[in-house]
């Protein structure tokens, strides 16, 4: 059973760092994909950021582009998202994903499987 657990949000000034991780347990494949997503309050959710777990690509949404960072540490099973020069438009719930293979569309929610309950990150301005 595959288990997502979120932490590392908060509360930051407008231009701050924020660095969420998510603890995996259970999934254990190889050539998956995990990713994190968002949703502020009266929007839908929104795909930020796909890590391909083979290879390690990485995939951001526009509005992330050269801000925010994903990545895996595999001895741990954690996923990360740093996020840098946060504006209070980046506000919202951040919920980890992660899909069993194959391979699908990055940042399409519908596309993953498993899903974490969410870190809240407030963004001040």
């Known amino acids: 059973q595959v288990q997502l657990v979120e932490s590392g949000g908060g509360s930051v000034q407008a231009g701050g760092s924020l660095r969420i991780s998510c603890a995996a347990s259970?999934?254990?494949?190889?050539?998956?994909?995990m990713g994190w997503f968002r949703q502020a309050p009266g929007k839908e959710r929104e795909g930020v950021a796909c890590i391909y777990t083979g290879d390690g690509s990485t995939r951001y949404a526009d509005s992330v582009k050269g801000r925010f960072t994903i990545s895996q540490d595999n001895a741990k099973n954690t996923l990360h998202l740093q996020m840098n020069s946060l504006t209070p438009e980046d506000t919202g719930m951040y919920f980890c994903?992660?899909?069993?293979?194959?391979?699908?569309?990055?940042?399409?929610?519908?596309?993953?499987?498993?899903w974490g309950q969410g870190t809240q990150v407030t963004v001040s301005s």
């Open positions: 259970g999934y254990t494949y190889r050539r998956g994909q």
């Open positions: 994903a992660a899909r069993r293979p194959p391979l699908a569309a990055p940042l399409v929610a519908a596309e993953y499987n498993y």
